[in-house]
């Protein structure tokens, strides 16, 4: 039945086996673990049943019993490999063993179990064997390897699979679906639960494994059958590859599996983790669970970190059988390399399973094989998965690079053969040739191996014939089918080269390679990297070789077999030449390597292949682009040769043909010759190209619409359309030049032109270009746009597609021209002309019009021109008309109707000309109102009735004419009112809107008491043509309120306030009845209503009752309690439209006497000894403290005072008349304790009290807080670490806080500088100061600091600190340097060794600098002044040599200049940012190098002569000078002379006729002296021969005797171009001069874009590289769990780490415990610190006790050296205490506490003893101080008190062993002699030990703050980074696409078409566009000119101060 899926095991306890105790069937436990499976939605029961000594049939009713079965239910029992529990397999169940109790047996298992297992060994064995066994692989990268052996697990697991055998390997390294992972999957036959239990023991290996738990069930190990190549996939061998592969690759491993018709999938989980966690809780390491589950159910996955396998475990259903191998926490390192080198890791495995996956034959690709029914069915499959990436997907088929597939397919012949060893032990072998064709070796490269290191002087040179092979081994090695790696096998015997009596060169045993295929019976290492002892085996003398004939053994004698076969090969596959007719010897510019250049053989002839070729035969190449058709000009091979050679290959020279097109000459390899092309076929070929030429242009008129030369059309005529055709020279049409193909050939463009010849010049109207189409020819469409007036010109012109040049071949291309002129018309339509708006309505304005032709061009208007004006808001009409030229002007227009504004309005006026073709415009014109002409006045009515107090409200307008409301400057509109005295008069502006409102405030007439007629008049005083307007006012008396009344009414008493009446009461007393009364203007009493009383406001009173008030009631008034001042009160009422009050003042009278009062007019503190200064005033008050009169000058005798310690003799009482007080004056006290006193008043029945506080007495000295018993001392350039305090005390001692004292400090001595902050201060208010000394600077010594104050200039006098100034051993003060002074410099080479050393203050060298703060500057020139030049060159200093000091910076191998010259060479330490330290200059001269050539001093031009008679056409040379120069063009020869011999020859090996110089001869010889020849009037024979047009080169060959050199001297050679007739000669000189000059422009464009092509380049590569770093450090953020949302901007990033960082600055500033000793050695690199600041402790009882313990110990400093003690011994006088760690002796010891032994405790200890050294927390230098710290305490232990203390030592010395001193939390010390108690004994408080203790370390929060800030700061320099250089690099690529740029790649390949032109037509040969200097990007710290190192291959350099010489290559420099 099948199995049941185990809950959890986890509280089972099943009963181990006891060792060394006999077993009987009947005492061995059995016990076995049943799951109820039964429920297909509910829980699985899980129990455990005994079965010792049961029967089947008493177990099947003991499950029934357990789990409640009736007789009637049907269950099964099974394993949970899903076999049924029978009578056979219950007596094989053992103790342990799991089962399934479910209904049937193929009952679906509802919820997953476990099952429970073990494996043996230990678990390190797991996971540190991958280590060793793979780091241990000869230091190559094994991370393949490892795969090899899941992908070796696979292949045996699908041995017997009968379709595809699949392999998947997976990398998910995509962080959304969790932390990287590896998958390898398989669709074997899987595993049960007893195989996977068999796979987790290590070294289980298969020949002893247990496929089933029953016996009935098991299979044996069967081998199989020998097989081809023993591809027998039996490679799972030993048990102990797949768990090293899983833990090397990671730290956690899940396999997977199900097998084949299995119902369930086993899940086993081995991981470092869980065997830590076991080891540590003292579990069994080694008893795990397997997970018994259904497919796809995936509900115990939970962790984040695997989310991935869901979807794995997903695709379980759909599989029958697999197993899924699943490796976690994937090493870093392994992640990189997965990623990185994906193609490498890949490449490799399809090497290892090459014949697996294709076949006995392997992976033959070559056309002519067909090996498809031997390819294997192993399909391998490997995925790389990342976030937001492609997958890169790779099936190890497809791999085509890997090396067998290499050694197969360049292969032509093959040897296979057969090794018998011993008995089965077989090896089949097979040979491969690899022949030499034509040029190359074809044996095959590892296109990935890293490459050999070449030697400095071989590193440019290119290897022409490689040595095939090599001394790499012939034979790689397969075990079982599948390649041992590290094993090979060189060579046997009999396939050695023999020297003697070899047939065949020795390199054809080089062109071989081979593979060896063993079967099992070979000992390979468990890894399956390395073979035991294969080599050894088979060059056994036993051993037996036989020979492998298709398929068939052959007994021969191998060694001649294989020597024939060689023989055969080499004779039949390799391809070589021979060269003949050698010319010489040339070199070779066109060849970039520096050292190919030369020597190279010429040769005339050669033999290939049975055929002979020659110089000056046809020939035409093959596989070239484009195809070459040609003449041979000569055969060049490599090397110094002289006659005929023989070699492998060559290269030829091609002129190609025909010239007139093509004009080049190409070198090719020789191997490039089509060897089947004939000399017809190349003849017609050139034929037919020189017919292609294009000839004429042939111009039709489709339309017939023709135009001819000279004609005159209107304006607008259409011109064409026409059509084009290019002619060649028979008669065809043609659209593209000829060429070598069709592609490649230039496309042939129609230019059309026209030419406007303009007033002011020629103007180009249009200007088209027109390409050849596939469904149409050169067609130019109709041209509508010729208006202008004047004369044309049309051109078509053909030209070049590429370059639009119209010059081919030195021939211009076909043209065509047209010339015709262009007229006005008639008038079409007319503009209006500016007119000046705005207008006002009824004034007159005139419209001008100007007419136009249909084109724009001004015409004259027709004589009958009646012009219509219309407008449908206005009334338009004008006066007239009048024509002017072609202007037509309508006069005298007036405008009338409504404008609504007075800002105007716009209207749109139809001007009409009837007869034109477009005879209507709109004018838009602005109308403002007319001049003012009425006044209108509202309201309008006769009589206007209004009550006294309102406002009449008058709305005035001014209109115009038509009635619109105008404005006009000061329009004034007045009105003035009559009927009445002091009636007010009004007026306003109505200038801006022409409207205006009068009386709109109230108008109030006084005393009325009856109606009254008012007049008003209304008018313009400005404008006398307005008319007044008048209008009548009726005011009658207001009903408003208008007075108010305010009374107190008692009974009948009735007391009425007047207003602003001052009344007198009692302080303190309620004014109660108050009233009120309202009246109106007629002297009538208005009714109090609610609305009224609502208004009624107090200002004594906030909340009121209202209806209170409506009965004319207000409320109390209370009377202020002090006598002072009157108080104001008001009672108001105001409405909307009035306003009434009325007031009253109250002056408060005092109560009766009721206590004393004193009023100090003096302050509240006075001090010690002195007179309190000012008076205290007594006086007597009644409750409310109001002074009253009880007091008088009778008084003073009866009154007293009295105080604690007052001294009364200064003590004066007296009356003060003015005031009426008594006076109490010169109160003093008596020296006592500082604080409050308190004065007692009294007289008769009253008493008062003063409190006075007493302080401190004027300063008079001051006092230094802690300071130092002994001088300080202090670091030059450092500060003091602790601030210095002062405090001011007056003459008793006390503190005296006087603000106004200045506190100073400053040195004693002139010597010492100081920078302390602040420089003075005044007393704070504790009368203390503080001064932080930030800087001391003085030479070494004894110093003194002096501290003063000062107040109302007088000084105080204050202590004085003494200091002690040591030297600072870090600060560099000089920069030595030392470098052999008698070197010579010669130009290019290297500079000698400059050793810069760094001199401390103290005089010693500084080594903790980084090298890179050391710079080497070097410029041309001496300098004056101190510093170098903007322009220096700035290099690095080199890594130190083993042999060198370390205490020095070297800079060697620095390139000297090109250019000879003295310069300067200056060093400077970049201390900080802006603070630099600089050497002295030292000056070298650089000398020229060895002569190597001769050469102009100056650039000359390329010379024109003819042989006339004429002496300036015939002169070569007026005069130039010429020098021996060394390589880099400087003068090299002031120690040479001879003679230069000037000879012609012809830059042409056919050219026979030479110039000759006048007197016929051959030859001119000129003097040299001192490497310098004067050059003058050299001149060629009249009527000389030569051939016209050709061009000669005139060489200068130096003749020195007796000098000798490694190379004879480069002669100088200047080409010239010869001509016949002086006409021709004259044309040529102008174009020479052309091309020199374009020639110099393109070195300057070629120049300059190489060098932004190159910095592209690298700024891709650090784009590439920042944004790797980016990724990194974003993945380390997350996994410290912070939020990358929030850092997507610099800003949001510098937000988290300002955070961050408050955060952390919040955490220091928090209290803790610190130490105060001052560390003033720290900053010396040789001192650790002293000993209190070394280490920190977080208990503080702890802290307590270790600081008094080691209390002369805590300021002693430690020292890395016994000369840095010695050093701060001898600075100190011998008063510090020092510790030099190196003469320290510490054993480091583990060894347990003293009560432990043998890992047992000896008794049971109190007081949780520990030792000391382990409450230690050692911030930095951990090992160091672990030292310091085990010499100081040793064992030393601390336990919690006393008792414990003496308990412990008893039970330790009662154990016979030795106890350390004892240490107590609460202070106390039990020496290691057993003595405690007394005082020396006993710490006392922490207070008490002043800060010598040790600090407290911060939370640890801090720490991971620190460390997180960290991160974020370096993401944020990346990211910043990363962004600045992807804007440099869009900014480059912009500027690179940027229309200068691309004007200036257009303008280089004219410039290019162009040269070539003039080259053709001057018949020189073409210059290649390569030819120009490559100019490097020059990195920053290493300017152009002074390069740093040599150059590497392919790099240039120029020279110091020049740029690059045109045509000569910069060389690559060697020692």
Same mark, same amino acid.
């Given at each position: ?6 809950l ?17 069937p ?114 190559q ?5 490892a ?61 002893t494994?247990?496929?089933?738990e ?12 020998p ?6 996939s039996?490679?799972?061998?030993? @048990? ?7 833990f ?8 997977i ?13 081995l ?6 966690k ?6 069994d ?31 379980e ?75 890169r ?11 067998q ?11 296979e ?42 590193? *440019? ?52 390679s ?19 002892d ?61 050292k ?17 070729y ?14 070459l ?36 000459v ?10 089947g092309?004939?000399?017809?076929t ?7 190209? =020189? ?24 304006? @607008? ?12 020279r ?60 004047g ?74 021109l ?44 139809k ?11 709109? =004018? ?6 007319g ?14 009735? =209004? ?5 009449p ?29 002091n ?36 008018d ?31 009974d ?11 009344? @007198? ?20 009493n208005?009714?109090i ?24 009631k207000?409320?109390?008034l =209370?009377?202020p ?11 108001s ?33 006075v ?6 200064? @000012?008076?205290?005033?007594?006086e ?42 008594i ?61 210095f ?25 002139t010597e ?22 930030c ?34 051993p870090n600060?560099?003060?000089k ?49 004056s ?9 700035t ?37 900080e ?26 650039q000359?031009?390329t010379?024109?002569?003819s ?5 300036a ?6 005069s ?5 120069m060394?390589?880099? *063009?400087?003068?090299?020869?002031s ?12 830059s ?11 007197g016929?001869s ?57 001509y ?38 690298e ?18 953020i ?74 002369? *110990? ?17 600075d ?55 030292i ?23 039970g ?6 030795q ?43 801090y ?19 990363c ?12 500027y690179?696409k940027?229309?200068?740029?691309v ?5 280089m ?18 210059t ?34 020049s ?13």
């Open positions: 039945m099948a199995d049941c899926s185990i959890n095991t986890g509280n089972v306890s099943l009963v181990p086996f006891e060792k060394n105790v006999a077993q009987t009947n005492t061995i436990p059995r016990k076995v673990v049943v799951f109820d499976c039964r429920l297909e939605n509910g829980d699985a029961i899980e129990k455990v049943l005994d079965i010792q000594g049961m029967e089947f049939s008493e177990f099947l009713r003991t499950v029934k019993k357990e789990f409640s079965i009736s007789s009637k239910e049907r269950f099964v029992l099974l394993t949970t490999d899903r076999r049924e529990i029978n009578v056979e397999r219950f007596e094989e169940l053992k103790d342990g063993n799991t089962l399934h109790l479910l209904q049937s047996i193929d009952q679906a298992l509802s919820v997953s179990t476990k099952e429970r297992i073990q494996f043996l060994p230990h678990y390190d064995t797991l996971i540190k064997s991958g280590m060793y066994e793979y780091y241990a692989s000869e230091g990268k094994s991370l393949p390897y795969f090899a052996e899941l992908i070796d697990n696979a292949l045996s697991a699908t041995s017997n699979n009968d379709g595809v055998r699949k392999i998947d390997i997976r990398l998910m390294f995509d962080e959304s679906q969790g932390k990287p992972a590896v998958v390898v999957l398989d669709n074997g036959s899987g595993m049960t639960s007893k195989q996977l239990n068999n796979w987790a023991v290590y070294r289980l290996s298969k020949f494994r247990e496929s089933s029953f016996e009935s069930d098991h299979m044996g190990y069967v081998r199989p059958a097989v081809p190549r023993s591809l027998n039996d490679i799972s061998y030993f @048990g102990v590859g797949g768990k090293q592969a899983v090397y690759i990671g730290q956690s491993t899940r396999m599996t199900k097998p084949a018709g299995a119902m369930d999938v086993h899940e086993l989980l991981s470092k983790e869980e065997f830590e076991k080891e540590k809780n003292k579990e390491i080694y008893k795990g669970f397997i997970l018994n589950r259904m497919p796809g159910d995936s509900s115990h996955i939970t962790h984040e970190d695997e989310r991935f396998l869901h979807n794995l475990i997903a695709e259903v759909a599989q029958d059988h697999f197993t899924a191998v699943v490796v976690t926490g994937v090493q870093p390192e392994h992640v990189a390399f997965l990623r990185a080198d994906f193609h490498l890791w890949t490449r490799e495995l399809a090497h290892v399973y090459h014949y697996y996956v294709h076949g006995i034959h392997g992976n033959d690709m070559r056309p002519s094989k067909d090996n498809t029914d031997t390819k294997g069915n192993i399909d391998i499959q490997i995925s790389l998965f990342e976030r937001l990436k492609v997958p997907l790779v099936n190890v088929r497809e791999i085509s690079n890997d090396m597939t290499l050694y197969i397919n360049s292969s032509v012949d093959v040897f053969f057969k090794a018998q060893v011993e008995e089965e032990g077989t090896v089949e072998g097979i040979l491969r040739y690899h022949p030499f064709l034509y040029d190359k070796e074809t044996y095959p490269e590892d296109p990935y191996a890293i490459p050999s290191l070449p030697q400095e002087d071989e590193e *440019d040179c290119v290897i022409i014939n490689q040595e095939g092979r090599g001394k790499k081994p012939i034979f790689e090695c397969f075990w079982n089918g599948r390649l041992i790696p590290y094993t090979t096998v060189a060579e046997f015997d009999w396939c050695t080269w023999a020297k003697k009596s070899a047939p065949v060169p020795a390199e054809c045993y080089n062109r071989i081979g593979a060896l295929f063993t079967n099992d019976k070979f000992q390979v290492s468990t890894n399956k990297l390395t073979f035991m294969l080599e050894l085996r088979l060059k056994d003398k036993g051993t037996i070789f036989t020979r492998v004939v298709n398929g068939q053994e052959q007994r021969v004698k191998i060694h001649k077999e294989f020597t024939q076969w060689l023989k055969d090969c080499h004779e039949k596959w390799d391809k070589q030449i021979k060269f003949s007719g050698f010319k010489g010897s040339m070199t070779r510019t066109d060849v970039t390597t520096k190919m250049q030369t020597p190279w053989a010429m040769f005339t002839s050669i033999q290939w292949d049975g055929k002979t020659k110089a000056g035969q046809y020939v035409k190449s093959m596989k070239t682009h484009p195809i058709f040609g003449t041979i000009v000569q055969f060049l091979l490599y090397g110094d040769h002289e006659d005929d050679v023989h070699s492998t290959g060559g290269q030829v020279q091609v002129a190609m043909e025909p010239k007139a097109i093509f004009g080049d190409r070198t090719i390899p020789i191997s490039k010759i089509d060897r092309a004939t000399l017809t190349i003849r017609k070929f050139i034929d037919d190209e =020189l017919t292609k030429l294009p000839d004429m242009l042939k111009v039709t008129w489709p339309e017939g619409n023709q135009w001819n030369p000279k004609e005159v059309h209107p304006a @607008g005529t259409v011109f064409g359309p026409i059509h084009v055709a290019i002619l060649n028979k008669g065809e049409t043609m659209t593209r030049m000829p060429g070598p193909n069709h592609s490649s050939s230039k496309k042939l463009l129609i230019e059309l032109k026209v030419i406007w010849q303009s007033p002011t010049g020629d103007v180009e109207t249009n200007s088209h270009i027109c390409q050849h189409g596939g469904k149409w020819a050169y067609w130019f469409k109709t041209m509508e746009n010729l208006s202008k007036l004369k044309y010109t049309l051109y078509l012109q053909t030209v070049l597609n590429e370059s639009n040049a119209n010059v081919c071949a030195g021939e211009k291309l076909p043209s065509w021209k047209l010339e015709f002129s262009i007229c006005e018309g008639c008038p079409e339509r007319f503009v209006v002309g500016a007119v000046c708006t705005p207008f006002r309505v009824c004034e007159p304005f005139d419209i001008s019009l100007e007419l136009l032709d249909g084109f724009g061009n001004p015409t004259q208007p027709p004589a009958d009646t012009p219509v004006l219309e407008c449908s808001a206005l009334e338009i009409s004008f006066e007239g008309s009048k024509a002017s030229g072609t202007t037509f002007t309508i006069k005298g227009v007036r405008a009338k109707g409504p404008v609504k504004t007075c800002l105007g309005k716009a209207f749109c006026v001007i009409t000309l009837p007869g034109l073709k477009r005879n209507c415009q709109t =004018l838009k014109i602005s109308l403002l109102p001049r003012p002409h009425s006044l209108r006045v509202e309201p309008d009515s006769g009589e206007i009735s =209004l009550e006294n107090g309102t406002a409200k008058f709305q005035v307008e001014v209109h115009d004419e038509a009635g619109n409301i105008t404005t006009c400057p000061k329009l004034i509109v007045q009105c003035q009112l009559q009927g009445a005295p009636l007010p008069m009004e007026a306003v502006d109505c200038s801006n809107t022409g409207t205006g409102l009068l009386f709109d405030k109230p108008l109030y007439i006084k005393n009325i008491q009856k109606d009254q007629v008012i007049k008003a008049k209304f313009v005083p400005s404008l006398k043509n307005i008319d007044v307007v008048e209008r009548t006012l009726k005011v009658s008396p207001s009903h408003s309120v208008a007075r108010l009344e305010i009374f107190s009414q008692e009948d008493d009735v007391m009425i306030f007047g207003d602003k009446e001052n009344v @007198g009461w009692t302080a303190g007393d309620v004014l109660e009845n108050l009233c009120y009364r309202l009246f109106d203007e007629g002297k009538r208005v009714p209503t609610a609305s009224i009383a609502e208004k009624i406001k107090v200002n004594w009173r906030a909340d009121m009752n209202v209806e209170d008030l409506q009965q004319g207000l409320p109390d =209370l009377i309690n002090l006598v002072k001042d009157e108080h104001f009160y008001q009672v009422f105001q409405d909307e439209n009035v306003s009434v009050e009325c007031s009253f003042t109250i002056t408060p009278r005092p109560d009766e006497p009721k206590r004393m009062k004193a009023t100090l007019k003096c302050g509240t503190s001090k010690m000894g002195e007179v309190l200064p @000012g008076e205290i005033y007594l007597v008050v009644d409750q409310y403290g109001n002074k009253t009169q009880t007091l008088t000058s009778a008084c003073v005798s009866s009154f007293g005072v009295s105080a604690d310690g007052l001294d009364k003799s200064s003590l004066n009482i007296s009356w003060q008349e003015g005031t009426e007080v006076v109490v004056q010169g109160v003093k006290f008596l020296a006592g304790a500082l604080g409050s006193r308190e004065l007692c008043f009294a007289w008769r029945d009253f008493v008062e009290y003063a409190r006075i506080t007493v302080t401190p007495g004027p300063p008079v000295k001051l006092q230094l807080l802690d300071g130092p018993e002994e001088a300080l001392q202090v670091i030059n350039g450092k500060g003091v670490e602790r601030p305090t002062v405090v001011l005390q007056d003459e008793w001692g006390n503190p005296a806080p006087e603000q106004r004292v200045i506190i100073s400090l400053k040195p004693s001595g010492l500088k100081m920078k302390h902050s602040p420089t003075s201060q005044p007393a704070d208010a504790e009368g203390k100061a503080s001064f932080t000394v800087q001391v600077t003085a030479p070494k010594g004894e110093y003194g600091i002096e501290f003063k104050a000062s107040v109302n200039k007088k000084g105080i006098p204050g202590p004085v600190v003494k200091l002690k100034v040591l030297p600072d600060k560099p003060v920069l030595s340097v030392s470098y052999d002074t008698n070197s010579v410099f010669p130009a290019g080479g290297f500079l000698t060794v400059f050793a810069v050393t760094v001199v401390a203050e103290g005089g010693g060298a500084i080594t903790n600098l980084s090298p890179a703060s050391i710079s080497m500057l070097m410029w041309k020139g001496v300098s002044g101190p510093r170098p030049p903007p322009g220096a060159a290099l690095k200093c080199s890594k130190p040599k083993d042999t060198e000091k370390h205490d020095c910076f070297y800079f060697r191998d620095k390139i000297i200049p090109d250019r000879v010259g003295k310069y300067t060479i200056q060093f400077v330490l970049c201390i940012k802006n603070k630099c330290l600089w050497s002295n200059q030292y000056i070298i001269n650089v000398l020229a190098s060895n002569p190597v050539k001769l050469m102009a001093d100056s000359t031009e010379p024109l002569v042989n006339i008679q004429a002496v056409s015939r002169t070569l040379i007026d130039l000078c010429l020098k021996i060394d390589e880099y *063009d400087n003068p090299a020869g120690d040479l002379d001879g003679k230069v011999v000037v000879s012609i020859k012809s042409d090996s056919s050219e026979k006729e030479l110039p000759l110089f006048e016929k051959k030859t001119v010889q000129l003097a040299l002296s001192k490497g310098i020849a004067k050059i003058t009037n050299i001149i060629i024979m009249e009527n000389c021969p030569g051939t016209d047009g050709t061009e000669y080169i005139l060489h200068f060959k130096p003749l020195i005797p007796g000098f000798k050199s490694e190379k004879a001297l480069r002669p100088f050679e200047l080409p010239f171009l010869f016949n007739d002086s006409k021709n000669q004259q044309q040529m000189a102008a174009l020479t001069k052309k091309k020199d000059r374009l020639s110099q422009s393109l070195v300057v464009y070629r120049s300059l874009f190489e060098t932004n092509n190159q910095l592209i380049s700024l891709k590569d650090q784009l590439q590289d920042a944004t790797n770093k980016e990724a990194l450090l974003k993945s380390d997350r996994k410290s769990h912070m939020n990358m949302t929030q850092l997507g901007t610099m800003e949001e990033i510098d937000a988290v780490i300002k955070e961050k960082t408050t955060e952390q600055e919040r955490i220091q500033r928090q209290p803790r415990r610190t130490c105060t000793i001052p560390d003033i050695f720290k900053s010396n690199p040789d001192v650790l610190g002293k000993v209190a600041h070394l280490a920190v402790v977080k208990d503080d009882d702890a802290a307590k006790v270790i600081s008094w313990h080691l209390s002369g *110990d805590m300021d002693c400093v430690v020292t890395l050296t016994t000369a840095a003690a010695r050093q701060i011994y001898d100190t006088q011998g008063r510090q205490q020092v510790m030099p760690l190196d003469s320290v002796f510490w054993r480091s010891s583990n060894r347990p506490l003293p009560h432990i032994r043998n890992g047992l405790s000896s008794f049971a200890p109190v007081g949780n003893p520990i030792f000391v050294r382990d409450l230690l927390i050692f911030p930095e230098h951990t090992d160091s101080c672990r310091v710290f085990g010499n100081l305490l040793g064992d030393t232990i601390l336990v919690d008190n006393l008792d414990a203390a003496n308990h412990y030592r008893k330790v010395v009662q154990n016979k062993m106890c350390p001193t004892l240490l107590t939390r609460q202070g106390e010390r039990v020496r290691s002699n057993g003595k405690f108690g007394g005082l020396q004994n006993k710490a006392p408080s922490i207070e008490k030990l002043r800060g010598q203790v040790f600090g407290a370390p911060f939370a640890e929060q720490y991971t703050l620190l460390k997180e800030v960290e991160l974020l700061q370096q993401y944020r320099v990346a990211s910043s980074k962004r600045q250089v992807r804007e440099d690099y869009e900014v480059h690529l912009d690179m940027s229309p200068e740029m004007e200036k790649q257009d303008e390949r004219t410039q290019e078409v162009q040269l070539k032109d003039l080259e053709c037509k001057l018949g020189m040969t073409p290649r566009s390569g030819s120009a200097v490559k100019r490097p990007i020059v990195e920053s710290g290493e300017p152009s000119g002074i390069p740093s190192k040599r150059a590497r291959r392919g790099e240039r350099a120029s020279p110091l101060g740029t690059a010489t045109p045509g000569r290559v910069t060389r690559n420099r060697t020692p």
